[in-house]
């Protein structure tokens, strides 16, 4: 059995490979099962502390099983990470568990390539102004790979809650070589921005529809359970609608609330990434219009990023008989 640790993880990851891996995998389909289950209890800090277990199944080809914690501030509390998480993988046709990876490196990098590959799609080549609200552990990961997506964008702008966390991002990426600026007012830096990718966990939104540009692109990652969201309703009436998967308009507060106050009905989604990339749907269709894609994961997703690890480090091409 192989044992991927994180620094094995990233640096099988690229941006650059994974996202044209996820975009091969989104050419088929589904795995032929998935699921997800969602456990919460009440922690001191407010919000709850969350167990997610998601499982997927290609027959014949492997088994993934997902084990992820969110608990929040875990570090100010107990001084560990606020998402911890494991991936086993199981050979298809035997059962045996073929190799156990690092969790917390494989959803850094899988969610940020899932929005990018959106944003390959939905935003406008010529972006050239970034705006990044949120500054957690998965903050850096999301603008590298937005960037990726779109290499032409030349101004990133930082925006959190706790201005030391925004500053301590900033860092982070001039590490890295890409240069970025603390926003000092939200309102402001969302009308500035061509791309906008939020990564909270607000339960009150705080993306306001109003003030998108023409032609902006919205990524919204935050908003995984029914009570969180990020964006205000004005987001919806002013955007074209598309989702990662179309489960997530089942799960996600970005859509609950909206759907029964008749804000949006689901009639106004406009696709998903499996339809986008096949070609089965328009993305955009003009420069001024402004796109939303939510964010929401899934099992498939994690099945995918799994295989593709465990394809590279034994030395064989990407590839998945998903078809369902």
């Excluded at 201005?163 to 001039?174: F, H, I, Y």
Aim: one cysteine or more; charged letters at 25%; aromatic letters at 6%.
């Amino acid at each position: 059995m192989e044992m991927m640790d994180a620094k094995r993880v990233h640096e099988l990851a690229d941006f650059p490979g994974l996202i044209e891996a996820l975009r091969t995998a989104h050419k088929g389909g589904m795995p032929k099962h998935s699921d997800r289950l969602i456990y919460q209890e009440p922690n001191p800090a407010g919000q709850p502390d969350i167990f997610i277990i998601l499982p997927a199944w290609e027959p014949q080809e492997a088994i993934l099983a997902k084990f992820v914690t969110s608990f929040p501030n875990n570090r100010e509390r107990h001084g560990v990470s606020n998402v911890n998480s494991i991936y086993c993988m199981i050979n298809g046709q035997t059962g045996v568990t073929e190799a156990i990876m690092d969790g917390e490196a494989i959803i850094f990098r899988k969610t940020s390539s899932d929005s990018a590959l959106g944003s390959s799609i939905l935003s406008r080549p010529d972006a050239e102004t970034f705006l990044m609200i949120g500054a957690g552990a998965l903050a850096p990961y999301a603008v590298e790979a937005h960037l990726t997506a779109r290499p032409g964008i030349r101004r990133v702008l930082i925006w959190n809650r706790t201005v030391a966390n925004a500053e301590k991002l900033a860092r982070t990426l001039g590490d890295k070589g890409i240069a970025a600026e603390v926003a000092g007012n939200l309102d402001n830096a969302v009308a500035e921005a061509d791309i906008i990718c939020s990564a909270t966990m607000a339960t009150t939104p705080h993306l306001k529809g109003k003030l998108l540009k023409p032609g902006c692109h919205v990524d919204l990652i935050g908003s995984f359970t029914p009570e969180m969201r990020e964006a205000d309703d004005d987001v919806l009436k002013r955007a074209k609608i598309f989702v990662d998967h179309r489960q997530t308009t089942t799960r996600s507060g970005e859509f609950l609330g909206p759907f029964e106050r008749g804000v949006i009905t689901p009639g106004d989604v406009r696709a998903d990434l499996f339809e986008l990339v096949q070609g089965k749907a328009e993305g955009r269709l003009g420069n001024d219009d402004i796109t939303m894609m939510k964010n929401g994961g899934g099992s498939h997703l994690d099945y995918y990023v799994a295989k593709y690890l465990l394809d590279r480090n034994q030395g064989r091409e990407f590839s998945t008989s998903c078809s369902s």
